[in-house]
């Protein structure tokens, strides 16, 4: 196992009816930017009950962060912000109101040029004050109420791209399993997927010697695959909707990832194809997963073959027979939940994959848990989604 170091201060408010305490967790005196995306919480009852609850707080609301959310967007939020004083956030929405309201917490006491320099330079430009913001999850998937992460895009240029710093990470996060009650479908299966690429990211890479945290993340693969179908068959099924989200907070709070090599270059790839054509993030992962496993076989073996047997009970053939039935299995349970996983199911053009290895050649970034998926991989991991 590697050395590390871990530190997760978010607190967890989990549970039914949990949303009426949100104002115990506002500061005393704070004047509250709530945030919050396209209308979904109006119609759910969700503000409402936020509405409620911080009726002794001084509020202004900024409503309308699309999913992916925009950086032009944010960067009205930052004005606001600005104009009225706003010393504490509140996210209410998905991963895309959340990491919107990340990205404006730091970017609203960003004093040397662009913020979007977060995302741009990494290396260069690091966060060093965020106002302090809470979160509200109203959809189990991105794990970002628990972590430092976030994604945006900016449409101008067609950029999708993440940064991360423990300064943005929520002082508190309220997760109530009946927000689940109100997803749609397609939504539920966002949620299952993504989760699952999640642990994919953090655990199929090689062997460390690292059995808790292999078996941690077995134990969220196997909970997504039992309840995840619970959920989508009977969305008022409390105790599914439940283990569902904790499952997608587990995730990507960190704890699986401590002393074990991490990969992430399905969500590089998947997000080139959120920003050229809109395509969820969830299904994004799901159409590069496979090709990802397929290609990069040989630096994944063990832990494919580890995840077919302990996951899938495939313990019989060759390596590469099972290596294929693993895949195949796993390209299954995607499709029985509701998530196609070629690039025509989304009508992506093949010039796309030109754009996409252009960018990466051009930039001359390689990706992976080996830094060895170069632009050229990078086309044969989407041609294989063809
Ligand atoms: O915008 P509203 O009207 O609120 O509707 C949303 C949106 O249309 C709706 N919704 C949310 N809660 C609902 C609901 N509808 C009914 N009932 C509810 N309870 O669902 C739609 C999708 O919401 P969104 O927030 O976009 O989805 P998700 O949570 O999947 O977030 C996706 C974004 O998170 C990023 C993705 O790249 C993408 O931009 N990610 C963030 C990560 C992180 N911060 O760690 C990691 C992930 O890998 C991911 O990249
Ligand atoms: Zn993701």
Redesign the pocket.
Known sequence: MYNFEYKNPVKIIFGKDKISKVSNEIPEGAKVLLT??????K??G?YEQVINALDNVSLVEFGG?????HYETCMQAVKVVKAEKIDFLLAV???????AT?FIACAALYENGDPWDFMAKPGEVRVEKALPLGAIL???????EM?G?????RVSIQE?K?FGSPLVMPQFSILDPQ??????NK?VA??IV?AF??VFEQYLTFEVNSPLQDRWAEGILSTLIEEGPKVLADRNDYESAANFMWSATVA?NGMIAVGVPQDWAT?LI??EL?AYHGI???RT?AIVLPGMMHIKRDNKKDKILQYGERIWGIATGSDDERIDATIAKTVEFFESVGIPTKLRDYDVPTETITKITDRFEKSGEKIGEKADIDFAEVGAILEHAL
Do not use: M, W
């Not at 962060?65 to 959310?69: C, G, Q, R, S, Y």
């Not at 992460?149 to 895009?153: E, G, M, Q």
């Not at 927000?179 to 749609?184: A, I, K, N, Q, W």
């Open positions: 919050y995306g396209g209308g979904s919480i119609r759910t969700v962060i699309e999913a992916n959310p929405g998905g991963g895309s109101v959340l990491d990340k109203t959809l189990p998937a991105t794990g970002s972590n992460n976030s994604v945006i895009t999708k993440a927000c689940v009650f109100t997803l749609p939504q966002n949620g993504d690429i999640h990507l969500h998947g997000h959120t969820d993030h969830a992962l």
